[in-house]
């Protein structure tokens, strides 16, 4: 697994979905955003289990629109869809996702495609699209890149 710097990352890397490093905060994390004018969204899966749990979480700490459909499908138009951010570019923080990728790993391999597709998409658009996911990194993903502190 290769590594890059958040700073770094944030100055323009391709869009992509990325393992964040545990000496990573999200403090350091909303600062450099803030710093550099993205959007930055964080959502804590905690204790999330099931796919209907998920996709609660998602929706609300996303801000999704009030007429997303709760289903992948929707998930990748809105993440896709995001007009609030085309001029800034976004970071999503998806923390807490472990328990779900345990109790449901077909479900967690949709919902990383669902990133991964959507990061394809951010790739041709000219704001730049960053998830970053905080946790263990042989259930997240191995084969993605590491965000590190420097």
Same mark, same amino acid.
């Given at each position: +697994?290769?590594?890059?710097?958040?700073? %770094?990352?944030?100055? %323009?890397?391709?869009?992509?979905?990325? +393992?964040?490093?545990?000496?990573? @905060?999200?403090?350091?994390?909303? @600062? !450099? /955003?803030?710093?550099?004018?993205?959007?930055? &969204?964080? #959502? =804590? /899966?905690?204790?999330?289990? @099931?796919?209907?749990?998920?996709?609660?979480? !998602? #929706?609300?700490?996303?801000? !999704?629109? @009030?007429?997303?459909?709760? *289903?992948? =499908?929707? !998930?990748?138009? /809105? &993440? +896709?869809? +995001?007009?609030?951010?085309? *001029?800034?570019?976004?970071?999503?923080?998806?923390?807490?996702? =472990? #328990?779900?990728? %345990?109790?449901?790993?077909?479900?967690?391999?949709?919902?990383?495609?669902?990133?991964?597709?959507?990061?394809?998409?951010?790739?041709?658009?000219?704001?730049?699209?960053?998830?970053?996911? #905080?946790?263990?990194?042989?259930?997240?993903?191995?084969?993605?890149? %590491?965000?590190?502190?420097?």
């Amino acid at each position: +697994m290769s590594a890059i710097s958040l700073a %770094r990352l944030l100055d %323009r890397a391709p869009a992509g979905v990325f +393992m964040l490093a545990p000496d990573v @905060t999200r403090q350091q994390v909303s @600062t !450099l /955003c803030r710093a550099r004018g993205f959007y930055f &969204l964080v #959502a =804590d /899966c905690t204790g999330v289990a @099931t796919k209907e749990a998920l996709l609660h979480v !998602l #929706a609300r700490d996303l801000q !999704l629109p @009030t007429h997303f459909g709760h *289903n992948w =499908d929707a !998930l990748a138009d /809105c &993440l +896709m869809d +995001m007009d609030r951010v085309k *001029n800034s570019g976004v970071v999503i923080l998806l923390s807490g996702l =472990d #328990a779900f990728a %345990r109790a449901a790993p077909s479900e967690w391999a949709t919902l990383r495609d669902i990133l991964l597709d959507a990061a394809v998409y951010w790739a041709e658009e000219p704001a730049p699209f960053y998830v970053l996911l #905080a946790g263990d990194p042989a259930l997240l993903g191995s084969d993605l890149a %590491r965000v590190t502190a420097m």
